[in-house]
């Protein structure tokens, strides 16, 4: 059963209108929804997903570290240093991101 909460929800229609509902509201329209049995696409999925899960999987450690090394990189800098650097990234005529990139990896 879906758990409600004091909120009310906001629902797009297909139309792009929008439509505020009470969580009663909500959690009838939901009520209101068929439980049907999985059909065979459904349980070529499943056992698909449950054969190779197992292949597939990383560990929570691997992924933090995986996730900690996205290639983003937040620096905060003087403003007068952000201008110049600007304006060096303009002469080159190159992204602020290139210049920069360029300078880091030249050490």
Known sequence: ???TSTHAAML?????TMVTLTPEQLQAKISNI???APDEIDMQMITEF????SDESITWDDYKTERAYNGN???????ELHRALVGMAKEQGVSLNQYCLYKLARG
Do not use: G, T
């Open 1 to 3: 059963m879906l758990k």
């Open 12 to 16: 797009i229609r297909k139309d792009d």
């Open 34 to 36: 068929p439980e049907v």
């Open 50 to 53: 449950e054969e190779n899960d």
């Open 73 to 79: 990189i937040s620096l905060r800098v003087p403003k």
